[in-house]
């Protein structure tokens, strides 16, 4: 295998990320108790600034759903950061 040219201007590499295909689920018997579980699912999508492909991609709940959403965004506030 011929040697790896230098990383210069002109031979950078372009990393892609992406966010990953984890989810985060929370069943019937959890989805009530949402708010004991907002940490991780705040890190599971912000981890890295959300480009790792181990970060989740969408929490999936059968309902507290509308709950979820506005309590992510104040949480992730706090933790990352984030402005909004």
Avoid at 7 to 17: D, I, K, S
Avoid at 24 to 52: E, F, H, K, T
Avoid at 60 to 73: E, H, L, S
Wanted: aromatic share 4%.
């Amino acid at each position: 295998m011929p040697a790896r040219p230098r990383c210069t201007p002109t031979t950078a590499r372009v990393e892609l990320h992406g966010p990953g295909f984890s989810k985060v689920i929370l069943g019937d018997d959890a989805a009530d108790n949402w708010q004991q579980y907002l940490d991780v699912m705040v890190q599971s999508i912000s981890a890295n600034g959300g480009r790792s492909c181990i970060n989740a991609s969408a929490i999936w709940t059968p309902k507290n759903g509308d709950a979820i959403a506005p309590g992510d965004r104040g949480k992730t506030r706090d933790v990352a950061g984030a402005s909004g």
